[in-house]
């Protein structure tokens, strides 16, 4: 939710109200689960979405009327064919949406989005505490729980998103940079090469580091929740940087190139010791088989690749839509 609280205070910086809408409930088919969000102003929606189509765009229609009367509320939306609402939809479901207004001097949504900007810059995982009933919000630490609801208080999950590690800046690396960024991941890059250690290369990336791959890979501080992404400009490269993502168990581990050098790979991993299982989890060759050729497709298709792997272990977590309680 980055986006929504450095959109939020710049809102309020212009002086400007808001209404943030959340879906907090569904059952059966929707376009968006618990915990889908969106900002609305006067002008109309800002940031975020609960899905687009005729429930958004009544969303936003609701939340400029409680916008003028300076209010919160609620609306549930009935998604089946024969429903009476007359939005002609027929995913076979129902939403429960909460709004919340939001004044442009609200020293609570001013200070809880301050303190939440500060922790996902941190990478410091917390939740959004919601008041139903319109009172103040709040930041918990307790930020793994995913999208829940009790009677009174909806809980949303707030981190900056997963790392993504590229060690290699060519162009593949350069094309995939900004999918990455633009779907939630942070981006580190890193190069061995100075022409391609460089920020002017990657404006979306967090940080670009140069150095050689051994001292990056001893000193960078790999974890389990890392997203390694290996196209450096050699096999001998590669081997390092897979070897040391493998031993740390990382959450994705992707090496690009042939089938024959991933064989090649995989044998010297064996030797140092590697375990069958930890060789089969590298995704290799990377990416979706979509006959990707380009720096471009390859990127698209090492994205989605990756937008897999963390759903399903989001899923697995407890932290999807999918898995709201309020939803089944």
Not at 71 to 89: F, H, I, T, V, W
Request: glycine fraction near 12%.
């Amino acid at each position: 939710m980055n986006a929504f609280f450095a959109e939020l205070l710049r809102m309020m910086g212009e002086r400007r109200d808001a209404v943030l809408a959340v879906v907090v409930a569904k059952q059966g088919s929707a376009p968006r689960g618990a915990g889908a969000w969106m900002l609305v102003s006067g002008a109309g929606r800002e940031a975020g979405s609960i899905g687009g189509g005729a429930v958004e765009q009544d969303a936003v229609n609701h939340a400029k009327s409680l916008l003028s009367e300076g209010r919160c509320g609620q609306k549930e939306y009935c998604l089946y064919p024969d429903s009476s609402d007359g939005l002609d939809a027929v995913c076979g479901g129902n939403v429960t949406v909460c709004f919340w207004f939001i004044a442009w001097d609200d020293a609570a949504w001013s200070r809880v989005s301050a303190q939440a900007l500060e922790k996902i810059a941190d990478h410091r995982r917390a939740g959004l505490v919601l008041d139903l009933g319109g009172g103040a919000p709040a930041l918990t630490e307790e930020g793994d729980g995913g999208y829940r609801g009790e009677r009174d208080r909806f809980f949303m999950k707030v981190f900056a998103g997963e790392r993504a590690v590229i060690f290699g800046g060519g162009h593949c690396g350069q094309a995939l940079v900004p999918i990455l960024a633009s779907v939630g991941f942070c981006v580190t890059v890193c190069d061995d090469r100075p022409d391609y250690a460089d920020p002017g290369l990657f404006p979306k990336a967090e940080r670009v580091v140069l150095g050689s791959y051994k001292e990056l890979c001893e000193g960078f501080g790999l974890t389990s929740e890392d997203y390694v992404v290996v196209m450096t400009s050699g096999h001998a490269c590669d081997f390092e940087v897979e070897e040391r993502a493998l031993r740390v168990g990382s959450a994705y581990v992707g090496v690009i190139g042939s089938r024959t050098k991933t064989a090649s790979i995989n044998a010297r991993l064996r030797e140092r010791g590697i375990s069958e299982e930890a060789i089969r989890s590298v995704h290799a060759p990377i990416g979706l088989d979509i006959g990707a050729v380009t720096p471009q497709e390859i990127a698209v298709s090492i994205a989605a690749e990756m937008i897999r792997v963390r759903a399903e272990r989001l899923e697995k977590a407890g932290r999807s839509e999918k898995m709201c309680p309020m939803c089944e």
